[in-house]
């Protein structure tokens, strides 16, 4: 009798495991589809909401980036997305570019915002504008094959779980291949990053970055504070960031060698990053008053020794 009762419960097992299996199975097999075409369609987003997945939006601004969009949509993992359970939407971000960097993004079915002001705020500003509600984490990265595209999964985790609210890719503390960033840009950078942890106590490594990813909610609070056209963007960012009290934090990442010709004007960016830094360290968001600023106490405190570095943001 006892025998006959362990042998149903171990039937009784095993079809439900292979059920769940079987269930799991379909249910991958339904997804692949759409994410195997990558087009942003009705249909995947209902299949979304049906599998319960999130949505992540990858922005790539780009001005004339034939050589570099191709290799960084192709390096978006779309499907180890979608088995992690998030479904990816690409959106490229284009100010006037005269090569074939729209027609490259078209003709892989991807979504292109075309936005008059040139510069790369202003791209980014379009950007957060076409940000979807379901979005649940928005991602940026460049589209001149610098920064990897394939570290996504990794890079989005301390989101996902909850330790912060805001990542910036750090390629000073990652790996930086071949001469992928000058001597003296990585000086320049470790000097404005250095500025930027002693005045505003962000737990970044190199604010110089394009490597970004949110949760939506913050793009939502951060994107009417916004106002630089070009590349001083990055700066104001990480800076209004911290001002509005999110938690952010670094994750080490890949930057390679940039296809095409960089759009950067050293000592001109250089200066606008500088100024950013120094102007909004009295910047608060209207309305709302920050009791604990004090000048002595920013410079005695390091980000790495204090345990709360959020400000207390107080109506
Ligand atoms: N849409 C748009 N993108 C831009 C503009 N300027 C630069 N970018 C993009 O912003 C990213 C970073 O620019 P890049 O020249 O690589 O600067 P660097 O990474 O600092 O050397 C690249 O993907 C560029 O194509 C612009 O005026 N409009
Ligand atoms: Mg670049």
Same mark, same amino acid.
């Given at each position: 009798?006892?025998?006959?009762?362990?042998?149903?419960?171990?039937?009784?097992?095993?079809?439900?495991?292979?059920?769940?299996?079987? +269930?799991?199975?379909?249910?991958?097999?339904?997804?692949?589809?759409?994410?195997?075409? @990558?087009?942003?369609?009705?249909?995947?987003?209902?299949?979304?909401? +049906? %599998?319960?997945?999130? +949505?992540?939006?990858?922005?790539?601004?780009?001005?004339?980036?034939?050589?570099?969009?191709?290799?960084?949509?192709?390096?978006?993992?779309?499907?180890?997305?979608?088995?992690?359970? #998030?479904?990816?939407?690409?959106?490229? /971000?284009?100010?006037?570019?005269?090569?074939?960097?729209?027609?490259?993004?078209?003709?892989?079915?991807?979504?292109?915002?075309?936005?008059? +002001?040139?510069?790369?705020?202003?791209?980014?500003?379009?950007?957060?504008?076409?940000?979807?509600?379901?979005?649940? #984490?928005?991602?940026?990265?460049?589209?001149?094959?610098? #920064?990897? %595209?394939? =570290?996504?999964? @990794?890079?989005?985790?301390?989101?996902?779980?909850?330790?912060?609210?805001?990542?910036?890719?750090? @390629?000073?503390?990652?790996?930086?291949?071949?001469?992928?960033?000058? *001597?003296?840009?990585?000086? %320049?950078?470790?000097? *404005?990053?250095?500025?930027?942890?002693?005045?505003?106590?962000?737990?970044?490594?190199?604010?110089?970055?394009?490597?970004?990813? !949110? $949760?939506?909610?913050?793009?939502?609070?951060?994107?009417?504070?916004?106002?630089?056209?070009?590349?001083?963007?990055?700066?104001?960012?990480?800076?209004?960031?911290? @001002?509005?009290?999110?938690?952010?934090?670094?994750?080490?990442?890949?930057?390679?060698?940039? =296809?095409?010709?960089?759009?950067?004007?050293?000592?001109?960016?250089?200066?606008?990053?500088?100024?950013?830094?120094?102007?909004? /360290?009295?910047?608060?968001?209207?309305? $709302?008053?920050?009791?604990? *600023?004090?000048?002595? !106490?920013? *410079?005695?405190?390091?980000?790495?020794?204090?345990?709360?570095?959020?400000?207390?943001?107080?109506?």
């Amino acid at each position: 009798m006892s025998y006959l009762c362990k042998d149903t419960l171990k039937t009784i097992k095993k079809n439900t495991v292979e059920t769940r299996i079987d +269930k799991e199975l379909d249910l991958l097999n339904q997804l692949s589809y759409p994410f195997i075409d @990558r087009r942003v369609s009705d249909r995947r987003v209902s299949d979304r909401r +049906k %599998a319960n997945l999130k +949505k992540i939006t990858i922005l790539i601004p780009c001005y004339n980036e034939e050589k570099g969009i191709g290799k960084v949509i192709d390096d978006v993992p779309c499907e180890k997305l979608a088995h992690l359970g #998030y479904q990816t939407e690409i959106i490229v /971000i284009n100010n006037n570019s005269t090569d074939n960097t729209i027609k490259i993004a078209y003709e892989k079915g991807y979504k292109v915002v075309s936005e008059k +002001k040139q510069g790369k705020g202003n791209a980014i500003r379009a950007g957060f504008k076409s940000v979807s509600n379901d979005t649940d #984490y928005v991602v940026m990265l460049d589209g001149d094959n610098t #920064y990897k %595209a394939k =570290e996504i999964p @990794r890079f989005i985790e301390p989101l996902e779980n909850d330790f912060c609210d805001i990542i910036v890719g750090s @390629r000073l503390e990652g790996k930086l291949n071949g001469d992928s960033l000058s *001597f003296s840009h990585r000086v %320049a950078n470790w000097f *404005f990053t250095f500025l930027t942890r002693r005045l505003y106590l962000v737990n970044t490594t190199d604010i110089c970055t394009g490597y970004f990813a !949110w $949760k939506k909610e913050v793009i939502d609070e951060l994107a009417p504070h916004i106002k630089s056209d070009g590349f001083g963007i990055e700066a104001e960012m990480i800076t209004k960031m911290a @001002r509005l009290g999110f938690k952010i934090f670094s994750v080490p990442i890949t930057y390679d060698k940039r =296809e095409g010709n960089s759009k950067l004007s050293p000592y001109l960016d250089g200066l606008k990053i500088i100024w950013i830094l120094l102007k909004n /360290i009295t910047w608060r968001p209207k309305g $709302k008053v920050n009791k604990t *600023f004090n000048l002595s !106490w920013r *410079f005695k405190n390091y980000p790495d020794t204090i345990k709360k570095h959020n400000l207390d943001l107080e109506t």
